[in-house]
């Protein structure tokens, strides 16, 4: 089947289909584990041209859902995801938690120099300030 007819297909799928949480009408099919993998979602799979039966099986995993429902629904999964990602787990992180419990030790026993804690730990004055001042790595 071409993409287009694949496309008419799910788009005529969807018209049919309504919201599994209100019964309006659907916007989209929502796994939560398309939160994690989206190139798992139904339309990256339509605009990648897959197999309508890949396409068919994906949307058999998931809930049809209206726009203000699926934004609601991903809204909810990104806060989960993103509470697991403080500190140390979050994968931008350049201090650890040591680093942050001495930079905060030396800040409050002395008035130290910024600019000497930015380059023993490579970070900038900003985030020493942010972690000194409790803006940053709250959780500590």
Known sequence: MSQRRTREYINALRDRTPCAICAGPMFD????????HPDRRVGH???????????????ATCIPLCRRCHMAEDHRMRRVRNTRLVGERNPKARLTEQ????????????DINKRELEREFRVSRHTIANVISGRS???L
């Open 29 to 36: 099919w929502h796994n939560e584990e398309h939160v994690a």
């Open 45 to 59: 799979l339509v605009n990648r041209s897959r197999p309508l039966a890949i396409i068919l099986a994906e949307i």
């Open 99 to 110: 680093n942050v419990l001495e930079i905060r030790r030396r800040a409050a026993v002395s």
């Open 137 to 139: 790595w709250k959780h």
